[in-house]
């Protein structure tokens, strides 16, 4: 039976060990999402308490965490999503991409209408790659791909 959360009390906490436990064993999330057949990014958010894992996926994430039954019980409910506090942002790497919808949002907005009419990208049927590529000019870059399912907006 699928089971949902109504707080992100128990998640947070469970997220708490994890992470601990991820240190402790310096474990990679790539480390921890092989074997569960799923990408990396999904797996990461649903240690960090966004998403549910399917129980194969949790079993593999409980085995390598030494995590009991009820922590991979835990794994699989539906959780409260949202991983931010209101208002701005203070983590610098979170408060970039909060800047980037900032001064990116309308045109993103603007370009989706444009192109697809109106509609939203989602965020459910969605893919997100991160990639760390080699800049020409010195240093390394992060490209990052958002890949979400078009739906549009009906008349009723």
Not at 140 to 151: E, N, Q
């Amino acid at each position: 039976m699928i089971h949902s959360q109504n707080s992100k009390d128990a998640r947070q906490a469970l997220t708490d060990r994890i992470l601990a436990i991820k240190g402790a064993k310096d474990l990679s999330f790539a480390q921890i999402t092989e074997g569960t057949g799923l990408s990396t990014t999904y797996v990461t958010a649903a240690l960090l308490g966004q998403h549910p894992l399917p129980a194969d996926a949790a079993a593999v994430v409980a085995d390598k965490l030494e995590l009991d039954a009820d922590a991979a019980a835990l794994l699989q409910t539906i959780p409260m999503r949202g991983s931010l506090e209101q208002g701005v942002p203070t983590d610098p790497t979170v408060y970039r991409f909060y800047e980037m919808l900032q001064v990116y949002g309308t045109t993103f907005k603007a370009l989706v209408h444009e192109e697809f009419g109106d509609g939203i990208i989602s965020a459910i049927n969605f893919k997100v790659d991160i990639k760390k590529v080699e800049d020409p000019e010195g240093g390394s870059r992060a490209v990052i791909t958002l890949d979400g399912k078009y739906l549009p907006y009906k008349p009723f």
